[in-house]
């Protein structure tokens, strides 16, 4: 093991986190410097036919939250892939997608969420 292997951030295998994901479970991304998975998670949609038209990608920020709810209630509902970006910027809202996804027991099986945010106190994690 070289000691570039402490340096380089490890390679993302997206097909393999698609596999490992669930239309109840959130995928979330915590962004380096410089790292954007969108266009890969873009190329992983092309390949499973989810792109352009049940691919949803919102940045956000503020002022976003009700296009956010909008875009999420539509995704659950019709088995779209929706991309919440940053939302370390819009942390005020973080208890309220919470509260969303808790009420989102019966999602289309196809339906996959995910969020992507820099390191943030906002966010806590449970092992599962």
Known sequence: M?????????VLKYDRILQQSSALTPVVFILSPGADP?????TLAKAHGFF???FKSLALGQGQSKIAEKILEMGYHR?????????????????????????????DPAFRLF?????????VFARV
Do not use: C, R
């Open 79 to 107: 088995g779209h892939w929706v991309v919440l970006q940053n939302a370390h910027l819009l942390s005020s809202w973080l208890k309220t997608l919470e509260k969303l996804l808790q009420g989102m027991t019966k999602p």
């Open 115 to 123: 969020i992507t945010t820099d390191v943030s106190a906002h966010f």
């Open 52 to 54: 352009p038209q049940k």
């Open 2 to 10: 070289g000691s570039d292997y402490f340096v380089q951030p490890p």
């Open 38 to 42: 969108l266009s890969e998670l873009q």
